[in-house]
């Protein structure tokens, strides 16, 4: 990959295909960009063998464009270090380490998890995971002694062997190897019985190196992909290190979440995470994006002479037209039922409110880690005909023009897009005051800001929205300051594309 032209670049952590808001930002990002002719390359680096699949899967939606290209840590090194020998599958890898399949007896102990066990004189000597199913997930050997597997070769959709995993007598994970299509290891990592990486050896036959833990990986990769006339920009806070470390052209290092150890406290310091760019010796030629001027103020206030390398961009939206109706006697959630939304506030205040004013409704899109509690809290709380939860939502638009107003309660966020989704598909909000985001998007024409964070204080406002409905056209209104083309303009600025 290295020119000597400037290559655009996003590394992340990890592409999920159902995902965030981090990813479908940064999707969002490169899309846009796309648009103007400028090339992306998105970078990943957990580990996530049906990686092709996700590719095609964001094509396929529209996520991104043809001009956006996909590169994986693992999938690289794979292709790397790929002998061009002849390809061995799952079962020719199986008979190298226990010979003839037909000298065994098979046993299958239950049609629940559907396992075939192998047994050779009463013992078990391995098990296959899917071989009924047609869709064989893992084969593992047993030692002569227990009985219990050790060691786990898992195969990918295409019948490959492409990591194997070892667990020592006590059953800790101790070692993963990672596969070539031929049979062979390019990359190990020994694991200790806490859990940790000790070592990484990266490589095959007599070139191997190695490595004290996965930044020092990272850091070698960024340096064999990138060169330094090429433009980074970086949406994890993980890999801000190994950038640091690397040989680039220009460093960008996009925020999503609040960089506060106390989200709500101003002055609880600088978390962790955020402390290797977030400091007195960062590079002038490398950029802080935040999401809101509040963000940008506050890490000032904390770093000064960090003025000059922040810039505000905030997300961006477009112009929806509007096809639906407002069900007026409906109120919405739209997120992910995560603890970091508090959405157990919104639901408290909904109960007040609907002790002082009958015959409304709480709509809940979304599902996730809260999901159960939350239902509990709404039959607590007597509301199950009131509260109801709808999972995910495909038509998101839909939802938003059909609901009266958006709750929002999170504890912090970095710029929730479901704000300004909501903005643009006219639907007013009404928020918390949050670390950072609803409070830089909403005015006095598109929604309300609670005076506390409390649930009575939101119920308030609640009411007062019935009684004085903003207007669907100037809520949209709003959502023109935070247009695409503002949003690309400035984009362009930072990464220097003529």
């Known amino acids: 990959m290295h020119s000597e032209k400037k ?41 996530n063998p049906e990686y092709d699949e996700v590719y095609s899967f964001f094509r396929a939606q529209k996520r991104v464009m043809d001009n956006t290209h996909f590169e994986n840590i693992y999938d690289y090194y794979k292709e790397k270090y790929n002998t061009g020998k002849n390809e061995l599958n799952w079962k020719e890898m199986l008979s190298k380490y ?93 694991i200790n019985n806490k859990g940790n990486i000790i070592k990484i050896s990266l490589g095959f036959a007599e070139n191997v190196i190695e490595f004290s833990d996965e930044k020092k990986l990272f850091t070698h990769f960024f340096n064999d992909i990138f060169s ?52 007195s010796n960062f590079s002038k030629n490398d950029s802080i994006i935040t999401l809101t001027e509040k963000q940008k103020l506050d890490i000032i206030e904390e770093v000064p002479n960090l003025k000059s390398n922040i810039t505000v961009i905030p997300h961006s939206t477009k112009p929806t037209t509007i096809r639906y109706k407002k069900e007026k006697n409906h109120f919405g959630i739209i997120c992910r039922l995560h603890p970091q ?72 966020e970095g710029f929730p897009l479901n704000a300004l989704e909501s903005l643009s598909n006219g639907t007013p909000i009404i928020t918390y005051e949050v670390n950072y985001g609803p409070t830089d998007i909403v005015d006095e024409n598109s929604g309300w800001v609670a005076d506390s964070r409390s649930p009575e204080s939101l119920k308030e406002k609640m009411v007062i929205a019935i009684n004085n409905p903003k207007n669907t056209k100037e809520v949209q209104k709003r959502a023109e300051y935070f247009s695409e083309d503002n949003f690309v303009s400035k984009w362009l600025g930072v990464i220097g594309h003529d």
């Open 228 to 279: 330094e006339n090429d433009v980074i920009v970086n949406d994890a806070r993980l890999l801000d290190k190994s950038l640091l470390e690397s040989q680039v052209g220009k460093r960008i290092f996009q925020l999503h979440n609040p960089h506060l150890v106390d989200p709500l406290d101003t002055k609880s310091g600088v978390k962790n995470s955020f402390k290797n760019i977030l400091n």
């Open 341 to 412: 939304k508090n959405l157990k506030d919104a639901i408290k205040a909904f109960y007040l409110f609907n002790q002082e004013i009958s015959g409304y409704y709480l709509d809940i899109f979304g599902d996730g880690e809260s999901h159960s509690e939350l239902k509990s809290l709404v039959i607590n709380l007597g509301l199950e005909k009131n509260v109801i939860f709808h999972g995910n939502v495909q038509d998101v638009n839909q939802v938003y023009q059909k609901i009266f107003a958006l709750l929002i309660t999170s504890n912090f």
């Open 98 to 190: 226990v010979g003839d399949l037909s000298k065994y007896v098979r046993v299958k102990r239950s049609s629940k998890n559907d396992r075939t066990y192998f047994y050779e004189n009463g013992i078990p000597r391995f098990v296959i995971k899917g071989l009924d199913s047609g869709k064989v997930e893992f084969f593992a050997l047993f030692r002569d002694w227990n009985f219990e597997p050790f060691k786990f070769f898992n195969i990918n959709k295409k019948g490959f062997v492409h990591r194997i995993d070892t667990y020592d007598v006590k059953g800790f994970r101790c070692l993963q190897e990672f596969v070539m299509d031929d049979g062979n290891i390019y990359l190990t990592k020994s």
């Open 7 to 47: 290559n655009i670049f996003f590394i992340t952590s990890t592409l999920p295909m159902i995902h965030g808001g981090r990813t479908k930002s940064l999707l969002q990002r490169a899309r846009l960009l796309n648009e103007k002719g400028v090339d992306i390359t998105i970078i990943s680096t957990n580990y």
